[in-house]
Each structure stands twice: as structure tokens, then as C-alpha cells.
Nanobody, 122 residues
Framework: HVQLVESGGGSVEAGGSLTLSCSAS????????LAWFRQAPGKEREGVAA???????TYADSVKGRFTVSKDTARNTLTLQMDDLKPEDSAMYYC?????????????????WGHGTQVTVS
């Protein structure tokens, strides 16, 4: 089991940037796929970006070119850099671990989740 703690959410204006961090309680190398998901009120959960054990990154079409996922193995941290934010990016953002490499943005395969951090873009 691993504990995931997200941070970095907040309120920004459209066009602004935010950096989300997900701190894991054990080395990232012991986890398969790491990912960010988001869910807005009344909407389904959406996979945003994923990083697998081979360092391959996957992005949702809605965030390609604007979001960048990275990991810091020394600090056991997964980061999501979000640029050119839009109001439709507003949601609760969750970090998840141990997903399925063939479906990295499919939340049903993830066994471990953080509690989320809120992002609001106005």
C-alpha cells in the first residue's frame, strides 16, 4: 500500500499556470503507472496525464501541449505542470498509482488514490 498526498491546487485566472505535486510514501520505482485524474461537479472522472515505469507519458487530448507530467524519483514526487489554464480545467485533481500500462488514463485499473487538490480557473 502507498499513501499519496496531492498539493499545489488553487485559484487562477484563465491563461495562468499551476503546478500540482503528488508525494508518495514509497519509492516511485516500486509503482507501475502513476497518473493524474480530475473530476468536475456533475462530470465523469477524466484521466489527464500518466507516467509509466518506462518513462512513457500519456496525455488526454484536452490537455496536450498545455500540461506536462514529470517525476522526481529522489523526492518520490509526481508533478503536473499546468500552463495556459482554461475555465474547463477547473476540477478536483487526484493522483493515482499502480494502474494498467495498456490503459494509463483509465481510472478503473488504479488501486491507490490520493484525496485530491482543487483547481479553479476563472
Amino acid at each position: 500500500h502507498v499513501q499519496l498526498v496531492e498539493s499545489g491546487g488553487g485559484s487562477v485566472e484563465a491563461g495562468g499556470s499551476l503546478t500540482l505535486s503528488c508525494s508518495a510514501s514509497r519509492p516511485l520505482s516500486t509503482l507501475t503507472v502513476l497518473a493524474w485524474f480530475r473530476q468536475a461537479p456533475g462530470k465523469e472522472r477524466e484521466g489527464v496525464a500518466a507516467f509509466d515505469s518506462l518513462d512513457f507519458r500519456t496525455y488526454a487530448d484536452s490537455v496536450k501541449g498545455r500540461f506536462t507530467v514529470s517525476k522526481d524519483t529522489a523526492r518520490n514526487t509526481l508533478t503536473l505542470q499546468m500552463d495556459d489554464l482554461k475555465p474547463e480545467d477547473s476540477a478536483m485533481y487526484y493522483c493515482a498509482a499502480d494502474g494498467r500500462a495498456l490503459s494509463p488514463l483509465d481510472g478503473q485499473w488504479y488501486r491507490m488514490w490520493g484525496h485530491g487538490t482543487q483547481v479553479t480557473v476563472s
